[in-house]
């Protein structure tokens, strides 16, 4: 059985969102909220972010984010799931 995770921003707490969860039997993981430390794919987006911003693109043209996310090191993400408790 899976188990669904998400950040409890408030879009994802709101009732509705919790009716639906419910009316899908989904099993879902207390987490904190905002807790950027816990999740590792937040570190990864920051080093997509800064990665992005070193170049400064003036444009959309210019921004190719893609680009800089091919050049994000695999081991970095290799480490931070090995590091996920």
Known sequence: ???????????????????????LSLNVFEWPSQSL???PIKHLWR??????????PSNLTELNRREEWEKLPKYRC?????SYP
Do not use: C, G, Y
Request: charged share 30%; no cysteine.
């Open 1 to 23: 059985m899976f188990t669904f995770q998400q950040d409890n921003d408030p879009k994802h707490t709101a009732k509705t969102m919790q009716e639906w969860l419910r009316d």
């Open 37 to 39: 430390d816990l999740n």
């Open 47 to 56: 080093d997509l972010k800064i990665a992005v911003q070193r170049r400064s």
């Open 78 to 82: 290799a480490k931070l799931v090995v």
